[in-house]
């Protein structure tokens, strides 16, 4: 980026832990790929879940500077879905992103830079995968929108490619179970799931629905097509449901370089009760999903506790004397974790270090 006009760009990092997984042929975007990101009715969809308040308003401060950027309301939108919104998945906002930025391609150069670092600074601090996302996107200092649209294209084939080895690989460890327990929603389980029913597999489903995030109601929608057995439980009466479970399926945010992960509220109670019940617990993500060592540190996460005033207190006077705030995040140390599915196979915790 040295020798170009104007001013400093805004530096959002290196993107080795990306360069190092990727190895698949550039693809060209395809004319699918374009028409989705431009579809209207992304735009209006993007505005819709905004207005029926699906928001965890935990940066209205930093939305409205970036709405003092100049972004229009259907790009602010989109924005507020990537780092504020319910809308779930790490792979996900990855590609919300890559939307975002093809889609205010062209504009001045230092409000391009300042709205990629307030992703990576926020979201992608969250969830590497987002920031690692964002640093592929850009590293060739190409800002066309041609040139966005067929390096995302890119991403989007690197990603389908790291999921179909791990779904298959995850499909294999799982053959015989019966019973599998998943708490909090994750595409990455949901896929597994999917993997399993398409080869002939009938597990029954246990879904504990967390009472912070309803993360198990998107598994309904989603899974409900597959007419498996399943059971919509509450979070706290996980452990009457571990009984001849094979497994606790958990998805991740983030994977840390010790073999932990990172994942919402009630994934580390979830794990201890299943090591409690002898239940094997199985975090689902690809490695790209890892931190950098240098991100694993104790250093408190730029996005603010989610004041959850509003699940804990309906009907109940609002009182400057009652903290209703919480972390949505938590860990899941490795030794919680019997195996983690990858695209590299079931690995152990601490074996996932050393694989690149």
Known sequence: MAGRAGPAPVSI????????????????????WRRRIDLPANRRCCREALVTGDRRFRLDHQLKAM?????????????????????????????????????????????????????????GAEAPVVAYAVRWLLENDQRSRPALAARAAHWTALIAQL???????????????????????SGTVADIVEGLAAHGQRPTLTIAESRALDGGRPYLRRLARLQLPMRFVFDAALEQELDKAQALLLGAESLTPAGGLINTLGSRGA??????????????????????????????????????????????????????????????????????????????PQASMGVT
Request: aromatic share 4%; proline share 7%; glycine share 6%.
């Open 13 to 32: 990092g290196r993107s080795e832990p990306v360069r190092r997984t990727l190895n698949v042929h550039d693809r060209c975007a395809s004319d699918a």
């Open 67 to 123: 709405g003092d950027q100049g972004l229009d309301p259907s790009e602010l939108d989109l924005l507020a879905r990537i780092v504020d919104g319910f809308e779930l998945g790490a792979s996900r906002h990855a590609e919300l992103a890559h939307e975002l930025l093809i889609q205010i391609a062209g504009t001045e150069q230092s409000r391009f830079d300042a709205i990629a670092k307030f992703i990576v600074d926020t979201r």
């Open 163 to 185: 999921r179909a080895k791990l779904v298959a690989g995850a499909v294999d460890h799982l053959r015989f179970a019966e019973k599998l327990i998943l708490f909090d929603y």
């Open 271 to 348: 794990a201890r009760l299943a090591n409690a019940h002898g239940v094997p617990v199985l975090g689902c993500a690809e490695l790209i999903k890892r931190q950098a060592a240098a991100d694993h540190s104790s250093a408190p996460s730029p996005v603010p506790p989610r004041d959850f005033s509003d699940k804990l207190l309906p009907g109940v006077e609002r009182s400057p004397m009652i903290d209703c705030r919480q972390d949505e995040l938590e860990l899941v140390p490795p030794q919680l974790i019997d195996y983690l599915l990858t695209e590299h196979g079931p690995l152990r």
